[in-house]
């Protein structure tokens, strides 16, 4: 598995953004600390999402409602989580 990674630097809506290569899936976690899965998401798409002026208004007017998704955790869930990792497994 192949994950590129951004964390924005100034979103009131996303915490943090990965893609994987493999698979062409796009990870969202959100301010609420949920994560969403998106799918079929192309490296130039992805390029464009984290390279936007805002990924906040980005992400509502071109993924939210477009792709395929699921969500992978909830805010619930992500409070008994330590850490997410978003590349290669730490030791």
Avoid: C
Wanted: no cysteine; aromatic share 16%; net charge negative.
């Amino acid at each position: 598995m192949t994950v590129l990674t951004h964390k924005p630097a100034d979103s009131s809506v996303i915490k943090m953004v990965g893609w994987d290569s493999e698979d062409n899936t796009l990870i969202v976690q959100f301010q609420s600390l949920t994560v969403w899965a998106y799918y079929n998401i192309s490296e130039e798409f992805y390029n464009s999402f984290i390279t936007s002026d805002s990924m906040g208004y980005f992400f509502n007017k071109n993924i939210r409602n477009t792709f395929d998704s699921h969500k992978i955790i909830s805010p619930q869930e992500f409070s008994t989580i330590k850490e997410i990792s978003f590349g290669e497994e730490k030791e």
